[in-house]
């Protein structure tokens, strides 16, 4: 499974950015798709996923400001950031869990999110 991410970027305090993730090779492989993120020197985070289901899991920080969608095919995830807060500045990473496998991962490149005041 290969997971590309894209749509990181620089925004203002209160700003919005949507973050995508596309899943491709065995995606049948794949139950939870969703993003962690890192800041410096901070341990990654579970930011929010979506099983196949439909079932989403949100970190409390983000709960009310960050909505998790996947695609009708399941292999595209984007995360919708809203009122974004100086401290969810981070390197996000997508991540998709496998079906069978439940301790394996797997993980796309990070991508930078960076919130100015």
């Known amino acids: 499974v290969q997971l590309q991410a894209s749509g990181g970027g620089s925004v203002q305090a209160g700003g919005s950015l949507t973050l995508s993730c596309a899943a491709s090779?065995?995606?049948?492989?794949?139950?939870?798709m969703g993003w962690y993120r890192q800041a410096p020197g901070k341990q990654r985070e579970l930011v929010a996923q979506?099983?196949?289901?439909?079932?989403?899991t949100y970190a409390d920080s983000v709960k009310g400001r960050f909505s998790i969608s996947r695609d009708y095919s399941g292999n595209t995830v984007a995360l919708r950031m809203n009122g974004l807060k100086l401290e969810d500045a981070a390197v996000y990473y997508c991540?998709?869990?496998?079906?069978?496998?439940?301790?394996?991962?797997?993980w796309g490149r990070g991508t930078l999110v960076t919130v100015s005041s």
């Open positions: 991540n998709a869990k496998d079906k069978i496998f439940v301790d394996r991962n797997y």
């Open positions: 090779g065995s995606t049948y492989n794949i139950d939870a």
């Open positions: 979506r099983t196949k289901a439909g079932t989403t």
